[in-house]
């Protein structure tokens, strides 16, 4: 939901005028606490379409990202905190959140400022030394916009402007229910389709502009921080964690106006699952999104780009989903710092667009190993397989481009954290 307002330019002043001159001026008489993480690997595909100026199937190393993250308490109530990102081997830089947590009481608490959207599990956990393996889920990858699509690279986190309730009670002998409410600006798009990104295929006979549609919205226009119709977005997240066991569960919803004109809903509803011990880990999310979207050409097509192919129309209302599910062990310990842990995952993404072809309508098994060889150092392996639904769909500039129905990765990676 973005577009230049004053509620954009308030919002703007809040986070990058009077939040930090408040935390400067407070930061003398308050202790703070920095810790950070990092990560980068070597990352090989094969059967994926080359655009023009970008090959995919071509190897690289890249750091994926490097964050400081900064604690201070100000009082012993108020406390603010931000993480400060390098993202894309150094070429992005972004604050994925920059909030002040206000203590009420010993159960509720108050959030404001740009804060990490309360939907799932993975959101409020995805730097990669909490996770099991490098790559994300369906789930944060083309649904709820924890991630960057596989097209564009800006920002990692789901992340907003605005403000958030946090109460928690705690029942005896059974756990620990968390509920939290926020109200953001929300997500949102400029143009009439909320999936708007284009590419370019170099299929070798001409190069085709197409709307992949890769993921439910664009992470770099979601992270503007900006509204672009005076519609908040609302997200409710309940969960509970057990006493008796390692386990935590819960259920998410998100409900807001993602267009111009303030009259088409976006709404997704999600549930979450961990069990987190020290020698096994099970995890999975499932999400299902409702979207209310005009029938017709894909600005892409209508600007002449193209021509109207299947591949850039727009159904009109459609509903996607996704889910994951991921088990680890780790049968060998050596000391309390040194370990071996084998990985699984299984995800699935439904685009719901099975009149026409879409490449990310698909499913994936992920194995991986990881060691860590010293106190937060870890050396990680990953291969991926992933499987495109519908392939005898494909039309022949996807093909020529080099697209398989199958597409495999392998990928080698550091991460440490201090």
């Given at each position: 939901m973005k577009t230049k307002d004053t509620g954009h330019y308030l919002t703007r002043a809040i986070l990058y005028i009077i939040l930090p001159g408040m935390l400067c001026g407070l930061l003398a008489q308050s202790s703070i606490r920095i810790s950070g993480y990092g990560n980068t690997h070597f990352m090989d595909h094969d059967g994926t379409p080359n655009f023009t100026?970008?090959?995919?199937?071509?190897?690289?190393?890249?750091?994926?990202?490097?964050?400081?993250?900064?604690?201070?308490?100000i009082t012993d109530a108020i406390i603010a905190s931000t993480e400060l990102e390098a993202s894309n081997n150094g070429n992005d830089y972004t604050a994925n959140y920059?909030?002040?947590?206000?203590?009420a009481t010993d159960n509720l608490s108050f959030r404001v400022g740009k804060l990490l959207v309360?939907?799932?599990?993975?959101?409020?956990?995805?730097?990669?030394?909490?996770?099991?393996?490098?790559?994300?889920?369906?789930?944060a990858w083309n649904l709820a916009p924890v991630v960057p699509v596989p097209i564009e690279f800006h920002g990692v986190g789901w992340s907003d402007a605005g403000a958030m309730v946090n109460w928690n009670t705690f029942i005896e002998d059974v756990g620990l229910?968390?509920?939290?409410?926020?109200v953001i600006n929300g997500l949102g798009s400029e143009s009439n389709v909320l999936d708007d990104n284009a590419v370019q295929l170099n299929d070798g006979a001409g190069l085709p502009y197409v709307r992949p549609r890769d993921g439910l919205i664009q992470n770099d226009e979601a992270s503007e921080l900006i509204d672009n119709n005076g519609n908040k977005?609302?997200?409710?997240?309940?969960?509970?964690?057990?006493?008796?066991f390692p386990m935590d569960a819960g259920l998410s919803w998100y409900r807001g106006k993602w267009d111009n004109n303030d009259s088409k809903n976006l709404e997704m509803l999600g549930g979450h699952f961990n069990w987190l011990s020290r020698n096994w880990t099970f995890k999975g999310e499932y999400v299902v999104a409702a979207v209310e979207q005009d029938a017709g050409l894909d600005p892409v097509a209508a600007a002449g780009l193209s021509?109207?192919?299947?591949?850039?129309?727009?159904?009109?209302?459609?509903?996607?989903?996704?889910?994951?599910?991921?088990?680890?062990?780790?049968?060998?310990?050596?000391?309390?710092?040194?370990?071996?842990?084998?990985?699984?995952?299984?995800?699935?993404?439904?685009?719901?667009?099975?009149a026409v072809f879409n490449p990310f309508d698909r499913s994936r098994i992920t194995v991986g190993l990881e060691w860590q060889l010293g106190k937060n150092t870890r050396l990680r392996y990953e291969y991926q397989r992933s499987t495109i639904n519908d392939f005898d769909k494909a039309p022949a500039p996807y093909k020529n481009a080099g697209g398989n129905e199958t597409i495999e990765m392998h990928m080698p990676s550091l991460i440490f954290s201090f």
């Open positions: 100026g970008r090959e995919l199937d071509k190897s690289f190393i890249q750091l994926r990202e490097f964050s400081l993250f900064f604690d201070m308490a920059a909030y002040v947590d206000i203590q309360p939907f799932l599990s993975y959101n409020e956990n995805k730097p990669n030394f909490k996770q099991n393996l490098m790559s994300q889920p369906f789930t229910l968390d509920v939290k409410l926020a977005a609302t997200v409710i997240k309940i969960a509970f964690k057990t006493l008796a021509g109207p192919s299947s591949i850039n129309t727009t159904v009109g209302n459609y509903n996607m989903s996704a889910y994951y599910a991921e088990a680890s062990a780790t049968p060998f310990h050596w000391d309390n710092s040194r370990y071996l842990k084998f990985v699984a995952r299984y995800d699935a993404v439904d685009t719901n667009d099975k």
